[in-house]
């Protein structure tokens, strides 16, 4: 898998039953550091995009107090919200082709220099000669840009941390893949609830200019703390035993193999994101609605930290039951019990809103977020990583987290016209957005029983075994796969047998 200072091995086609052995034999040789190292340095990487997609819920909020209607009367405060989303997608798209085409490694390094840049100008944003507008053009501008790193973090961090997860202990791969991967993300949406509200507290609100910046420019931390790390990490070995870098890639004979596949997966992960990160970026003003009008924006930011808070615990737990009964199921149980949750939550609305039940509805609406978690939050990823091959698991995974960040950016737009729907009546309009995320809970259920297969501690490995034999019976030469560059497969035939025994003995 991912490691420091290995060779490459020459790829010769299907494993037999001697060489897993061997595999397994140098597997118990390394250390549990050594094991578990590469799977943290690929996956955390995804703190960043809960932090910055997250903080930007209150920093908007603030924005909105300091300037008032030249914020909160403009473009600005959706585009600043969402546009974040839409570098994603594209940042997804073009590392997904590259960590499949270039390198694993590689990508992912050029992913977490990006998100260093950026998210710093982003905490300067200024605009020419002062202009306010001109300050939340700027902002706009980097907030894509950002995204573009962040987008990089899922084909070729998510990726690499599952192929790396391959090394661990079996019955433990799939927790540690979410641990590293969602529940990331989870610590970094409160970490990005609990930032803002500190800084409220010791700025104050008439230094709110300063808590902005300050929050935005905490996301540089992350990035730069995983750095080291990214620099040292080599390519998996999956991936250079299967993969396509160097032969064109059969697309049309992948698209047959996998496209209904895709297609479901890449369904749930849209109407997920799309309540999710709705929620998430709205949460502190839903809060505001329910709360007194004359309370300070400190309590606002504080009970939505309390609420971001939920999200962990559902991930931790989520993260053991995909384990004990697979992805597949703890998916679709968590999906439905949030759905339960949530139309419940819809019909009592009326009593939870009341602001001096503001901590039974932080309770109700926390448990709603972590049953998220339990299910899609910590299994799609899971998923999407696990049900393709080697070769093409980069752009893969892409297109069903770019589907997914496409409802997030979709639902950030319509949340606030969902919440219109309901008219001049605000329990109403505020129940609307939780009868329609519960209702997708519903139909994400029943696209992962019916449309998903099984996904076991070994599905990587069966999947390509799996793959490899599909392009055999379509004709494909699988000996290209996992050639070097400048390597042909006539030249990897006639290699002296003496030459691939070296290169084993220089991995050992």
């Known amino acids: 898998m991912l490691g420091i200072g290995k060779n490459d091995r020459p790829a010769t086609g299907i494993e037999s039953g001697s060489d897993i052995q061997n595999d397994r034999a140098e597997e118990n040789l390394k250390s549990r550091w050594e094991r578990l190292w590469p799977v943290m340095a690929c996956g955390a990487g995804l703190f960043s995009d809960g932090y910055i997609n997250n903080v930007i819920g209150s920093v908007s909020t603030m924005l909105g107090k300091i300037y008032g209607t030249e914020y909160t009367g403009s473009s600005s405060q959706k585009n600043i919200s969402a546009i974040t989303f839409a570098g994603t997608v594209f940042g997804q798209l073009v590392f997904g082709y590259t960590s499949d085409k270039w390198s694993r490694s590689n990508s992912l390094l050029l992913s977490t220099v990006i998100l260093i840049v950026f998210a710093a100008l982003g905490a300067g944003s200024y605009g020419a000669g002062g202009s306010i507008q001109g300050m939340f053009a700027a902002l706009t501008a980097y907030r894509f840009l950002v995204g573009i790193g962040i987008g ?11 192929e790396a997860s391959g090394e661990l202990k079996s019955g433990t791969r799939n927790r540690w893949f ?16 609990f930032v803002p509200y500190l800084l409220v507290v010791i700025c104050t609100e008439q230094h709110l200019r300063a808590a902005w910046r300050i929050s935005l420019g905490l996301g540089v931390v992350p990035p730069l703390m995983l750095l080291w790390l990214r620099i040292k990490l080599q390519e998996p070995e999956e991936f250079k035993k299967e993969s396509m870098k160097y032969v064109k890639i059969p697309y049309w004979l992948v698209i047959k193999y996998y496209w209904k596949r895709l297609l479901a997966v890449s369904a749930i992960w849209f109407l997920y994101d799309f309540s999710t990160y709705s929620f998430g970026i709205f949460s502190s003003t839903i809060l505001t609605n329910v709360m007194a009008k004359d309370a300070p924006l400190s309590q606002s930011f504080g009970w939505n930290t309390v609420i971001n808070l939920f999200y ?15 992805p597949r199921y703890a998916l679709a149980g968590g999906v439905l019990a949030q759905a339960i949750v949530g139309f419940i939550m819809a019909g009592l609305y009326p009593h939870l809103a009341k602001p001096e039940n503001v901590a039974g509805f932080a309770v109700v609406y926390g448990i709603f977020l972590s049953l998220g978690e339990v299910g899609p939050g910590d299994n799609i990823g899971l998923v999407a990583s696990k049900t393709c091959a080697t070769g093409v698991r980069g752009q893969y995974y892409a297109i069903a987290a770019a589907m997914g960040k496409i409802g997030a950016f979709v639902g950030t737009y319509i949340f606030p016209y969902i919440e219109k729907a ?14 329609v995320s519960s209702s997708f809970c519903v139909l994400m259920a029943f696209i992962v029983l019916f449309c998903l297969p099984h996904i076991g501690q070994d599905t990587i490995k069966k999947e390509d075994i799996d793959f490899r034999h599909y392009l055999e019976t379509q004709g494909w030469d699988v000996r290209q796969l996992g050639l070097l560059q400048g390597e042909t497969v006539e030249s990897r035939a006639t290699a002296p047998a003496a030459l691939v025994e070296n290169e084993a003995e220089k991995k050992e």
Do not use: H, K, R
């Open 152 to 162: 990089g973090e899922y084909p070729a961090g998510s990726v690499a941390c599952s």
């Open 422 to 435: 309901g008219g001049s009546n605000t329990n109403t309009s505020a129940q609307y957005p939780f009868y």
């Open 178 to 193: 979410i641990l590293f991967t969602n529940v990331m993300i989870d610590w970094g949406f409160v970490i990005g609830a």
């Open 312 to 326: 962990v615990p559902g991930a931790m737990f989520g993260s053991i039951l995909s384990d004990w009964i697979g």
